[in-house]
């Protein structure tokens, strides 16, 4: 059955527009200022077309993934070829080298409370004892022996 309505200001090429701005990481607001909608409109266009909450869903997935990866990379530290030119005796020259970027502890503990917050979520298990009582050693324990057995044989050569 037809909406009685007004007609859509849906569009076709919509879909690949959404698509294109999603993978920049666009929200449905941002999605309803570039086609100059309300944001509801936005909302009922992803609920109501296959195509459109397609390439939204699509666009957003790479984002994230490329996000999840730059975040990964932070947490574990990486290495990065870059070039420069220099002069040399007169003439350019372009001269390769590798930088390492070291781990950083906020993207650490970020990737770690969110993934795996049963080990490393903020919220501590209620303990009735009395702060006094509360042995916060036995905690780093097992959090460094967590840490441990995450990396492996390999994390015993540092």
């Known amino acids: 059955m037809a ?5 859509s200001l849906y569009k076709p090429d ?3 527009q959404a698509h294109d701005h999603c993978l920049l990481g666009a929200t449905n607001a941002e999605l309803a ?8 409109t936005v909302d009922n266009w992803i609920a109501n077309n296959a195509e459109f909450a397609q390439a939204v869903r699509e666009g ?11 975040l990964y990379e932070r947490a574990v530290g990486y290495d990065r070829a870059v070039e420069r030119v220099v002069w ?3 003439q350019e020259r372009v001269v390769a080298s590798t930088v390492h970027y070291p781990p950083s502890t906020g993207a650490c503990i970020f990737w770690l409370r ?11 298990p209620v303990n009735h004892a009395s702060e006094d009582e509360y042995d916060w050693v036995a905690d780093l ?14 994390g015993d050569a540092a």
Do not use: M
């Not at 969110?114 to 501590?124: F, H």
């Open 3 to 7: 909406n009685p309505g007004r007609p």
């Open 14 to 16: 919509y879909a690949l």
């Open 33 to 40: 200022a570039l086609f100059e909608v309300a944001p509801r």
């Open 60 to 70: 957003r997935a790479v984002a994230d993934a490329r996000v999840a990866r730059c």
């Open 88 to 90: 040399h005796q007169g």
């Open 114 to 124: 969110n993934r795996r917050p049963d080990l490393w979520g903020s919220r501590r």
């Open 141 to 154: 324990d097992d959090a460094s022996a967590h840490a441990r057995d995450a990396s492996g044989p390999a």
